[in-house]
């Protein structure tokens, strides 16, 4: 049987152990995506697999899978190698921080990754996510949310939020920010990319 859900180190900035240690003990894989191999060795997470091309890690004891190709960053490379193998989820802590380039990168990699697989980025304050097609969520009232269209979209509807929209169109804008979830089912709906950016 396949494993289902991952969770990708990288080595940016970590949130919080509140937030990576569930997501750790959830995960039916542990991997680091190059040197963030190294920094969830050094907080104890028993890591069995590094992905990337390996400019940046230090340790050697972990098994390496090589991913050459400086046109495309580690992360979107490990989110396809996981899809190539059948994982369903994967969920992706250590992205906040350093240069800009590598920030945007991140996001353009959610975006680029595998329809096929559910990725949630998890950063200190937010969760991550993209909608293809279709994203039904529970939030609690007055959870705030934002959406950002990273490809021109002709019809997007979100229901369940004090700002609603109903089959308009959306680019990447500033348009979908800073939304409230009414509290219960929030409905998510598209023709385009979006990215749903949800305060936790």
């Known amino acids: 049987m396949a494993e289902k ?31 963030g191999t190294d920094i969830a060795l050094s907080v104890g997470l028993d890591v069995n697999l590094a992905l990337g091309d390996f400019d940046s890690i230090v340790d050697e004891s972990v098994q390496r899978n090589e991913l050459p190709d400086q046109n495309r960053s580690d992360l979107l490379k490990s989110l396809e190698f996981a899809a190539s193998t059948g994982v369903s989820t994967v969920n992706v802590v250590g992205i906040e921080g350093g240069d800009v380039n590598h920030q945007l990168a991140n996001f353009a990699a959610l975006v680029e990754a595998p329809t096929e697989l559910e990725v949630n ?11 293809l097609d279709r994203l039904d969520l529970w939030l609690e009232a007055g959870t705030n ?14 229901s369940g939020v004090e700002f609603p929209l109903n089959d308009e169109a959306l680019a990447f804008s500033t348009r979908g920010l800073h939304n409230v979830a009414l509290g219960g089912e929030v409905k998510i709906q598209t023709d385009g990319v979006l990215v749903v950016l949800i305060n936790q």
């Open 5 to 35: 859900t991952w969770l990708l180190c990288a080595a940016g900035d970590w949130p919080s152990k509140a937030i990576w240690k569930p997501l750790s003990q959830s995960a039916n894989r542990i991997v680091g995506v190059d040197g």
């Open 145 to 158: 949310l934002s959406l950002f269209a990273f490809t021109s979209c002709v019809h997007v509807s979100i």
């Open 121 to 131: 980025l998890h950063l200190n304050e937010h969760v991550v996510m993209r909608c």
